[in-house]
């Protein structure tokens, strides 16, 4: 994995005076490496990994296995902020004193996880990346097409990723649509458009991921302002859409954020 250096040495300062944490909690965007990061910290420790979704059963089973198992193993949960409350209460017992040789990572993309396993838990938050490591593993994406447009609107390894096997071209071309032409369309048009997001997980039918395309479509106002200079209407738009990112961040309806972010630009003179 790239980047992450200070986060590496601490842990295998950790590791190497035998303290490594029971209970880690390993927050970071969408995209940013934690899984990457826990498979590191296997390979340092020379512990399995074990992977669990985050399911009140598949929690309960991780809890199982703990008792059972005799060697050193690190139980990773990954999306953490898509654990039920039912799946939370169960980790809470397992992480307020976890067995011996049982090590439990649980990721996140935000810190909106149950106050009492947060304060059990030896929280970790992913480091920013750099231009500079952006770029060099772009360097080894397979599509370079907008190679540089592509860098600088990503802020993890997994924009790029994602970005690399999507049609990349096809959404930049849809966000130039909805910069230039959106207060043009009618109702039923711009409530369309949401068919080409993937509001929920299971969605394998739709084009792009939903993340990602707020951040083109952030890029892409970004852009248009400094094109034609701060004006209000850019710069409410602009605010609309960090409104709507912002928002996914709990577990509100995504589909209603969207397609109310989509009307709300339509309206040139919309506020927040």
């Not at 842990?11 to 880690?24: C, L, Q, V």
């Not at 770029?135 to 924009?159: C, H, M, Y």
């Not at 928002?247 to 309206?267: A, S, T, V």
Request: charged residues 25%; contains cysteine.
């Amino acid at each position: 994995m790239i980047g992450q250096e200070t986060l590496k040495q601490t842990f295998s300062r950790y590791i190497e005076n035998n303290a490594f944490p029971k209970f880690t909690l390993l927050i970071g965007e969408q995209g940013s490496g934690k899984k990457e990061f826990v498979r590191w910290l296997s390979e340092k420790t020379g512990y399995e990994l074990a992977v669990f979704e985050p399911t009140v059963d598949s929690v309960r089973e991780l809890i199982s296995l703990c008792y059972q198992q005799t060697k050193p193993i690190i139980y990773l949960v990954p999306d953490g902020n898509n654990l039920s409350a039912t799946a939370e209460n169960a980790l809470l017992k397992i992480c307020e004193e976890p067995p011996k040789n049982s090590y439990i990572v649980l990721t996140t993309n935000n810190d909106l996880i149950l106050p009492t396993i947060k304060s059990r838990a030896f929280t970790v938050i992913m480091e920013p990346y750099s231009e500079q490591e952006l770029t060099v593993f772009a360097r080894k994406l397979t599509n370079k097409d907008n190679l540089q447009e592509k860098i600088e609107l990503s802020t993890t390894p997994g924009d790029l990723l994602m970005l690399d096997v999507c049609d990349s071209g096809r959404l930049f071309q849809l966000c130039d649509n909805i910069v230039n032409n959106i207060t043009k369309a009618n109702i039923g048009s711009v409530l369309k458009i949401s068919k080409n997001i993937q509001v929920k997980r299971e969605e394998n039918n739709s084009l792009f991921d939903m993340q990602l395309f707020l951040k083109v479509l952030l890029y892409k106002y970004l852009i248009n302002s400094r094109k034609k200079g701060m004006l209000l209407e850019s710069k409410r738009c602009y605010e609309i859409v960090f409104s709507a990112k912002r928002q996914l961040q709990y577990n509100y309806n995504k589909q209603y954020i969207l397609d109310d972010m989509l009307l709300r630009l339509r309206d040139k003179n919309a506020g927040i």
